[in-house]
Each structure stands twice: as C-alpha cells, then as structure tokens.
C-alpha cells in the first residue's frame, strides 16, 4: 500500500491551535497497490499473466503478456460495489496467475493485503481540520487525530489475558459445577479448540466439550464416554451447517454434536457422520470403504478435519488424507503408497495431524513430519514451512536454516503442533521444542515466519517448569507442557496452553 500523503500545519494567529492539511482527506485522492507480477527472468515457456484483485466486492481483473519485470499498480477509490464510501482499513485479496505453453491449467498464487479508506469528517473546514479536534470509528476501532495521526486500536500490541481456568484441575466426573463464569471455571486437560462465527469458543477439555459463549458463560454440551486421561481427539465447527464435529480415533468415527444449547444428557448428544464403528488396517482389500457412503466407511485414526465452501470434509486418518464429498461418499486423496494410474499425489506421508482450508485461496494445508503441506487445485503437494526431521545439514543445522533463513529468522525451529487461518488468510502456527518454547508464529505473505506470540526464545536455566530425579535439583530436564490447539475468532486468538 502506497500512501504519498502531503500534510501541512497552520498556526492560528492569537491562540494555540493549529489548522492542519491532509491530502488524503481530498475527494481524489486514491489508496493504491503496487503489485509485481514477474521477476527480471522469466521461462520461455510463459505465455500469460492474469491479474485478479477483490475489494469490497469489487472484481478487477487484467491479462498481460509475458514480459520480464511486469509491475503494476491498482487505484481504488474507496467505494465499493455499490459506490458506497468504506471508512477505515479494509482487504484486498490479490490473485495471479500464470499460464506456460505445456500446462493446460493456470496456476495461481493468491496473497492479501490492507487498503485504507475515507476517512471521517472531523472539523468540516474542507480539507483542513483543527488539531485539537479527534474523531473515533468505533465500528473500525480507529482513531483520527486533529494533527493528522491515526491509531488503529486493532493493530495495538497484543495482551495475553486468560479466557477460562483458574489454573486448579477439575474432578474427572463433573456436573453443574462446570457451568458459570469461564474465568472462574477449572479445567483437566484442554486438548482441543474451535470457534463459531458468533465469537463462541468451544474447549476440548479431557472427557467434556465445553462451550464458552460470546458473555464468558460456560456450560458442557458433550461428554464422552470411557474415556482416558491421554486421550486425544479433534473438533471442528464446520461453517456449512453450523454444528459442531468430533474425530474420534478410539470410536473410529466421526462424530455431530447434534444440539449445542445445554441439553440434559450430553453423553448421547451426537449423530455419527463418518465411520461404521470398525478399525481399518493398513493394505485393506476394500480400501477402507472408499468409493461407500461416509456412515459405511472403515476408519484407521481420524484425527484433524477442515470444511470447504461446498461442504466437502477432509479429515488426516492414520497416514492419509481423506475426504467426503458433497455427495456424501468417501475417497482418499492422499495415501502412503498410492497405486499405480491412482489420482492421488505420489508422495509419502506419515502421520498428518492437523488440516486446515486456506480462506483466501480455498487450498488443503497439513501438518506432518514437523512440516506445514499444502495440496495445490492440480494436485502437487507444496512445503510451506519446516523441514523433515532428517533433514540436516553436515554440521547439524536444520535444513531450512540453510536454504531459507527467512522461515526461521535464526531462532531454533521446533515442530509445529497445531497451524490455524486468519480471516484475510494468514497462517499462524504452534510451535514446541525440546528446550520448552512454546510460541505461535505467523506466516507472512513472502514465506517469512514471524513471531505472533510466547517468548521468542526461552534458554535451558529459564524454564519455567523443571522435572528433577531427585531433591537435590540434579538431572532436571524442561518439562513444558505445550500448546495443543488455537483458533481464530473475529477480533483475538484463543490458545490451549
């Protein structure tokens, strides 16, 4: 975003005050985007570059040919697509795409970026505003100064404050103590987390879903039967039908909250969705169900799931990648050892966890083997970040760290345990290492990950838990528990910690 601003301050004569001049207060004035869409070398091959830029509702989109060095800057007038005036800071959405002699498809990248629009009348003296006069956007959460500063209360340091847990574990077998204040609340083990649209967070805790509404109020709306203390499971507020879905791997199913109001028997407050009840093994002759309605399917481990805009459930179960389509029959997308003439990629997975769909671009993203996936429309399999656990160097050193300093900034890299989208499609992920950091760090647009949250780096004498062997304080190892889960809602982040 290039701004090119002029300002100007004008005392007034027999006072204190000033009469100041911002040019983007002017009706022409514009907010622009540079983009560039080719590098100085391009391949022969290239044929086509197209542009495609969404703002407000707006559509752009141009075609250029291929040319080294292509650059181009869109003008927006601050209006939408019903030329309406868009106060305050809004999203662009910039898609290009490149189109080569011996590939029938284009391929696309897609990034996002932050426009400003109009901003509010404060002194009505034409363009000129008086320095002691202030005006706030509280719809925005912007403040516009007299002087021609603004504050954007969104883009303030961020606070890390405790949404539920007093920091004492909660009785296995819990009733209506549960309920109440979420602050208040005790919890066992939170292992999972996700968000609805309505700012509700929904907590994964040991043997109970819990909600937490938008007023901080708590109350369970399932408990899981015969279940134990290291137990692992998945949720998902899919966006679709609005309810809430559990990947059971010790059901072997997947599950549907089927009310998430307070009911009075939350043990049987489910439908089944995926799975039959039967564990699949590896090199199954029916291939675990494929090709059957989801209820008919035989599942091995399900773990993560993420739901596309057609309502399509993709879901990690033991090595692969699942899927059940709108339709409601099951396929895999991506397995260990992929058949000959199969449509599925041809690469080697070993134990995805987490999955997620890109808001922006609407691609599959997956964690496995300490790295960050992403299965592109044509079917190839990307890295985004990290690097496999053998992957080193001959003196020892991450392979990232030799390639791509960016994504590790120089810090130690640990594995990623859980990755989430922002609603403008940035990625943020939980990393853990062996020395107890524990942090989330966000992806920016050009593959640099950055720190979002937790100590940057945390050494061997400042761990704040120490497992010891003996009451002397001799061979003591960090013994942090990580971050299990995190979620985006619309103005902050929650994390299981």
Known sequence: MNEQVLQESLVIPGSHLHLVYHSSYSQGYLSTINVQLTPSSIPKSLRLVLLRIVIEGILFEKTFEADPDIKYTYSWNKRNIYKQKVYGITVAKVFVGYQYKDCKQTVWTALSTTLRGYDMDISEFGSWNLDIHHRYNFHEGVLQKGDGTTVFFKQQPRVISVLMGNGLPRNMICGKECNGFARDNRLLAPIALTSGPDGSVYVGDANLIRRITPDRQVYTVFKHKNLRNSYQYHIMLSPIDGHLYISDPERHQILRIHSLDKVEDPENNLDVVVGNGDRCFPHDPLKCGDGKPAPEARLIYPKGMAFATDGTLYFADGNSIRVVDNHGIVHTIINRRPKRGS????????????????????????????????????????????????CKTSDGNDFNN???????????????????????????????????????????????????????????????????????????????????ALTPSPNEFEVCD
Not at 348 to 367: A, D, R
Not at 411 to 432: D, K, Q, R, S, W
Request: charged share 20%; proline share 7%.
């Open 343 to 390: 449509y599925t990629p041809r690469i080697k997975l070993h134990w995805p966890t987490h999955v997620g769909i890109n808001p922006l671009e609407g691609s599959l993203y997956f964690i496995d083997d300490h790295m960050v996936l992403k299965l592109t429309p044509d079917r190839r399999v990307m890295v985004i970040a990290g690097s496999p656990a053998y």
């Open 402 to 484: 030799q390639t791509n300093g960016r994504i590790n900034n120089s810090h130690e890299m640990g594995f990623f345990a859980n990755f989430a989208f922002g609603p403008t499609g940035i990625l943020y992920v939980t990393e853990v290492s062996e020395s107890g950091v524990n942090r989330v760090r966000a992806l920016t647009q050009d593959g640099e990950l950055i720190h979002f949250a937790g100590k940057k780096t945390i050494t061997r004498h400042s761990c704040p838990v120490e497992m010891c062997r003996d009451i002397n304080a001799q061979n003591c190892t960090c013994a942090v528990p990580p971050m299990s």
